[in-house]
Nanobody, 115 residues
Framework: QVQFVESGGDLVQPGGSLRLSCAASGSIFNIYSLGWYRQAPGKQRELVAA???????NYADSVKGRFTISRDNAKKTMYLQMNSLKTEDTAVYYC?????????WGQGTQVTVSS
């Protein structure tokens, strides 16, 4: 069974930056199949960034140019570098499989962008 532990969320001012981490443990799987999701209050969970089968990464239009995924396969850890944060980025951020079936969701990490 795969488990995800997200961390790195914080309260940050608009225009600031954060780096989120997703540590995966459990059964062997391909870390390059993981993506980042987020859920804002009162809204459905949405896909923020996801790998494609060709090896590139797709980003939601709302974060394109500001967010970047990176991975450390040896550590089974994925990161999300978030720059130029906006108030509308406020949400709980999760990682999970983006190429394939979802596994159990972790607790997520809260990102709050506010002045």
């Amino acid at each position: 069974q795969v488990q995800f532990v997200e961390s790195g969320g914080d309260l940050v001012q608009p225009g600031g930056s954060l780096r989120l981490s997703c540590a995966a443990s459990g059964s062997i799987f391909n870390i390059y199949s993981l993506g980042w999701y987020r859920q804002a209050p009162g809204k459905q969970r949405e896909l923020v960034a996801a790998p494609t089968r060709s090896g590139s990464t797709n980003y939601a239009d709302s974060v394109k140019g500001r967010f970047t995924i990176s991975r450390d396969n040896a550590k089974k850890t994925m990161y999300l570098q978030m720059n130029s944060l906006k108030t509308e980025d406020t949400a709980v951020y999760y990682c999970n499989v983006a190429l394939g079936s979802w596994r159990s969701w972790g607790q997520g990490t809260q990102v709050t962008v506010s002045s």
